[in-house]
């Protein structure tokens, strides 16, 4: 089983989001046994918080329920018990370096560096544009799948 966490500032928003679209991608392909997924946060400003409602009326949108997710602030020993720590930007991945004391296994990069346009994606608490948030969020969830996919690391759930 892979085990993926995505990290954004403070887990109200886009690792959220990425954790419940690539759960449900996963799941659609038939390959929900073979990934597991959570999400964290840098900071720990919005810890025990919910899910920000514009990230959960997005998410309802495409049929996908995330109640009962909390926010919760990633820890140094998050680096052993996950496979892959993808960050939604730049300064997510610059924290998330700190934490871990370093990312000598490579584990940690962005959701979008798998893509063509590599690019951060930009928090929708600041910016209001949830519609851009979760089509970034969409792309580079389907594109770490077909990464992981063509990598041989999932298999078919039976």
Excluded at 37 to 62: F, H
Excluded at 144 to 153: P, Q, R, T
């Amino acid at each position: 089983m892979v085990r993926i966490l995505f990290v954004c500032l403070g887990n109200i928003c886009r690792s959220p989001m990425a954790e419940y679209i690539f759960r449900d991608m996963a799941e659609k392909r038939g390959l929900g046994g073979a990934v597991s997924c959570a999400s964290a946060a840098t900071s720990n400003e919005e810890y025990g918080n919910p899910v920000y409602p514009p990230a959960q009326r997005k998410l309802r949108q495409l049929g996908i329920d995330c109640a009962g997710k909390r926010a919760r602030q990633m820890t140094r020993a998050d680096y052993a018990a996950y496979d892959y720590l993808i960050g939604m930007e730049s300064r997510n991945v610059k924290r998330m370096q700190a934490i871990c004391g370093g990312d000598p296994e490579g584990k940690i990069f962005r959701l979008l560096d798998l893509s063509p346009q590599i690019r951060d994606i930009a928090d929708p608490w600041f910016t209001g544009d949830f519609d851009t948030a979760c089509a970034e969020i969409t792309e580079g969830c389907r594109l770490l799948l077909d990464w992981l996919a063509a990598k041989g690391v999932l298999s078919q759930q039976k």
